[in-house]
Structure formats: structure tokens, C-alpha cells
């Protein structure tokens, strides 16, 4: 099975899938949409995205398997509790070749993308430290971010960066005026190489 099959296969198993298709040049792909009304149909809803591509030369466990991983693991535990929130969970394609998917979505939105609260990106989350130090970026773009993240964090050791700009997909979003955080374990020497394998994936550090 190939990674695009078990992303959409995975995805489905919590609700109906979109197929969002781009080509940029000699690049094809496609972004998987997961929809999740919450109990108030007039909230704007909160978009949460990791990517499933990977570097060739990587098996990419960390970059970012684990980002997937994360994202499909709030999914199913979203799908099993009443929210007032609506959500969407998608799955971009081309990051690794300059943030295609997640731009491509941006510029050719399935839902109004005026009306996404917010964007939460899950990319490289898989090789927390054992002091739990937590980078997230994008904690500048809205008034609420940092209060929230304090109010609602007993565990990790916060490295905040005001910047919603980054090499990954929230930029998009960030440049089209959408509050964003990106959520990273930290930066290894094994990244973007074939040592960035499964076995050094701290999978009780997803869990938290």
C-alpha cells in the first residue's frame, strides 16, 4: 500500500473523504479533506494539517509520519466526543517541493477560506526531549494564542516563536491572513536522511 492509499484509507475509517488535486509544473498530488460539524454549525472552523510526503532518501519517520500520525490520532479521538467546534483535518501532498499542497488548498479552497478560525500544523512532532521542550511557532499571529497555550499546558516546556512564518505548510495559510502554530520536537541530525527511521520515534512524546 502506498503512503497516499493509507493516508485516504485511514481518513475514511472517520468520514467522507475530498480529494483536493493540484499540478505545479512537472508536480501532481493531492490533499485529503476530512470534515467535522460540531454542535454549532455558525463556528468558523478550526483546520488542523500535517504533510505525507517525505524526502525520497528518507523514510521520513519523523518528516513527518509522525505529524500524520498525530493528526489522525486527534481525529479519532474528535470523532468520539460530542464538540461545539467544527473542524477539518487535511493532509497535504508536496511540502517537501516548496509547500505545493498547502498553498494549492489555500488558493483553491473546498471550504471558504475567509472562515477557518485557525490552522494548526503537525509537522516533525515525533522526537520529544526528555526535558519535554516544545517549539511552537505562530503563537504571535492572534491575541489568544499565548493565554490559551499557557492555560491549557501542565506538561511541555513551551519554546514560543511569534513568527507564523516557517518552512512548512502554515505559511501558506499565514500569508493569507490565518492565525496558524506549527508544532516541532526540534531540529536532528538524521533529518531529511535515511537514519530518520521509526525506531528513534519517541512514541510516548506523540501521546502527550
Given at each position: 500500500?502506498?503512503?497516499?492509499?493509507?493516508?485516504?484509507?485511514?481518513?475514511?475509517?472517520?468520514?467522507?473523504?475530498?480529494?483536493?488535486?493540484?499540478?505545479?509544473?512537472?508536480?501532481?498530488?493531492?490533499?485529503y479533506i476530512l470534515k467535522f460539524p460540531g454542535e454549532k454549525q455558525n463556528l468558523d472552523p478550526i483546520l488542523i494539517g500535517a504533510h505525507y510526503d517525505g524526502p525520497i532518501q528518507s523514510p521520513g519517520a519523523d518528516d513527518n509520519a509522525s505529524g500524520v500520525a498525530l493528526m489522525l490520532d486527534l481525529a479519532g479521538k474528535l470523532k468520539s466526543i460530542a464538540s461545539q467546534n467544527n473542524y477539518l483535518f487535511v493532509a497535504f501532498s508536496g511540502e517537501e517541493m516548496g509547500l505545493l499542497g498547502s498553498n494549492y488548498f489555500v488558493k483553491n479552497p473546498t471550504t471558504s477560506i475567509e472562515s477557518i478560525n485557525y490552522m494548526i500544523n503537525m509537522d516533525m512532532v515525533g522526537r520529544l526531549k526528555e526535558d519535554k521542550s516544545l517549539a511552537i511557532y505562530g503563537v504571535g499571529t492572534s491575541p489568544i494564542f499565548k493565554q490559551t497555550l499557557k492555560s491549557n499546558n501542565e506538561v511541555f516546556s513551551i519554546i514560543e516563536n511569534e513568527s507564523g512564518m516557517g518552512p512548512s505548510d502554515h505559511t501558506s495559510f499565514y500569508l493569507a491572513d490565518i492565525p496558524v502554530l506549527h508544532f516541532f520536537t526540534g531540529q536532528h541530525s538524521d533529518?531529511?536522511?535515511?537514519?530518520?527511521?521509526?525506531?528513534?520515534?519517541?512514541?510516548?512524546?506523540?501521546?502527550?
Open positions: 500500500m502506498t503512503v497516499r492509499s493509507y493516508v485516504k484509507e485511514r481518513l475514511s475509517s472517520f468520514g467522507e473523504v475530498e480529494e483536493n488535486f493540484f499540478k505545479e509544473g512537472s508536480e501532481e498530488g493531492v490533499n533529518y531529511h536522511k535515511p537514519s530518520d527511521d521509526f525506531e528513534k520515534i519517541n512514541y510516548q512524546g506523540i501521546e502527550l
